[in-house]
């Protein structure tokens, strides 16, 4: 790892809610590359409760605001289910693949 690696390094901001109004926006360095870019652009955590870090969320665009959610559902380490949240109240409820 080169000293550069870590201009690279992004904050990705992400919100969570629960559905009652109420939403948590976060914040935490980008740590994973889901666009293929070589530029990391993901936050990995575990975003279904499983117990493992396997989930992502991920800032498509650039925007810095997290706006997919990429999930492990199955526990196979490859992600399978990714959701958008539409309502901005961090529900993350709109499937969009599979
Ligand atoms: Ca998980
Ligand atoms: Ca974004
Ligand atoms: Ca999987």
């Not at 790892?1 to 870590?6: C, I, K, N, Q, Y």
């Not at 740590?31 to 989930?55: E, I, K, M, N």
């Not at 665009?61 to 399978?80: S, Y």
């Amino acid at each position: 790892m080169s000293a550069s690696v870590e201009l690279d390094m992004t904050d990705i901001d992400y919100v969570f809610g629960t559905g009652d109004g109420t939403a948590h926006t976060w914040s935490a360095p980008a740590d994973l590359d889901l666009s293929g870019t070589g530029v990391p652009d993901a936050v990995r955590l575990d975003f279904d409760g499983s117990g493992h870090p396997d989930d992502a969320l991920w800032d498509s665009d650039g925007d810095g605001l997290a706006d997919v959610a990429a999930l492990d559902l199955d526990g196979d380490g490859v992600l399978d289910h990714y959701f958008t949240d539409p309502s901005g109240l961090g529900t993350w409820d709109e499937q969009i693949w599979p």
